[in-house]
């Protein structure tokens, strides 16, 4: 069974320009995450789809970057415009809804360099 | 503010002795604890999780032990070996929700 799936798995960018990351999960696979890692500080999360919805976008850093799961399958998150503190490593992770609230532990992807200049 | 806390970026051990990687966590409301190992130029893999109802979760050469009233846990592997040298990633989960993870812990595990 394949894994969970990142593109590109390196970006560099300029500052002000627009990066779009793509994440594609498990397949089967409900519910959909965003982390990033910046500088070899901690996993930070920034959001949560369930199918299509947005079921916990409280980690995004600001209205620069948007997320978006068309149909519930693949994801893409746009950075626009890229500032220079964007860079990082992200992370894109899914989990299997169990039933009654329950999931499954997450599995993640290996993550997309970014390094905007 | 950071949740959960790796206070020890890096961690070296001889091979066949025991690696002891140590995590704390502010937030009483997390319910489940992970720890993950994630390789260079890899993504996180899932190595051992615990509920918050139980004080110890072995798995093989890996043991998670949570202590409640400390807000700690810690992750032994024992015989520690080579191929272990990773970066340890402990993470802390409040309804199996979004995972806080802590910064990470890089284990050195010398031949």
């Known amino acids: 069974e394949a894994g969970v799936t990142q593109f590109p798995s390196h970006s560099v960018i300029e500052k002000g320009q627009t990066v779009t990351l793509r994440c594609d999960p498990i397949s089967g696979h409900d519910n959909l995450y965003w982390y990033r890692r910046v500088m070899g500080k901690e996993i930070k999360f920034l959001l949560h789809f369930v199918k299509e919805s947005k079921q916990d976008e409280s980690g995004m850093p600001n209205n620069r970057f948007l997320a978006e799961r068309t149909g519930g399958t693949y994801s893409t998150l746009k950075v626009q415009p890229a500032e220079l503190e964007d860079s990082g490593v992200y992370f894109c992770?899914?989990?299997?809804?169990?039933?009654?609230?329950?999931?499954?532990?997450?599995?993640f992807g290996p993550g997309t360099r970014l390094l905007v200049l | 503010d950071q949740q959960v806390k790796q206070n020890s970026p890096s961690l070296s051990v001889q091979e066949g002795r025991i690696s002891i990687l140590n995590c704390d966590y502010t937030?009483?409301?997390?319910?489940?604890f992970l720890w993950y190992k994630k390789y260079p130029a890899e993504g996180p893999t899932f190595l051992i999780s615990i509920s918050s109802i139980k004080d110890k979760n072995e798995d093989g050469r890996f043991t998670v032990f949570l202590n409640k009233s400390a807000k700690h846990l810690s992750l032994h592997i024992v015989p520690s070996q080579p191929g272990d040298s990773a970066v340890y990633f402990c993470?802390?989960?409040?309804?199996?929700?979004?995972?806080?993870f802590g910064s990470g812990t890089k284990l050195n595990v010398k031949p």
């Open positions: 993470a802390a989960a409040y309804n199996f929700n979004k995972f806080y």
């Open positions: 937030n009483s409301m997390f319910d489940y």
């Open positions: 992770a899914s989990s299997l809804s169990l039933g009654t609230g329950r999931k499954e532990t997450q599995y």
